[in-house]
């Protein structure tokens, strides 16, 4: 059993800073990738951003200069750092990760529960 908590989400006023938080938890043997998506209502999931094992990043130009992600490897946990914030950036944001159960188990991806951003004007 594989668990993607996120937390960090909130109502903020355009311009400020948030930082979301995911942890990945369960009988995880290797995690590929990790990243960040958002989704509102009406329109298809988004890339934000994702960031591999050996810490390589790709971002959507929309966030490119304001948003940055990390990860701490050791505590399976990936952060998105969200500077300069837009009412467009109003979302649910959802943790994924690309990971393995086992040495000979393929990557599968797996899902957080969704946690809402809200940039007010």
């Known amino acids: 059993q594989v668990q993607l908590v996120e937390s960090g989400g909130g109502l903020v006023q355009a311009g400020v800073s948030l930082r979301l938080s995911c942890a990945a938890s369960?009988?995880?043997?290797?995690?590929?990738?990790m990243g960040w998506y958002r989704q509102v209502p009406g329109k298809q999931r988004e890339l934000v951003t994702t960031?591999?094992?050996?810490?390589?990043?790709n971002y959507a130009d929309s966030v490119k200069g304001r948003f940055t992600i990390s990860r701490d490897n050791t505590a399976n946990t990936v952060y998105l750092q969200m500077n300069s914030l837009k009412r467009e950036d109003t979302a649910v944001y959802y943790c994924n990760a690309v990971l393995s159960l086992g040495r000979q188990s393929p990557g599968y991806n797996y899902w957080g529960q969704g946690t809402q951003v809200t940039v007010s004007s």
């Open positions: 960031i591999t094992s050996g810490g390589s990043t």
């Open positions: 369960g009988s995880i043997f290797s995690i590929y990738a």
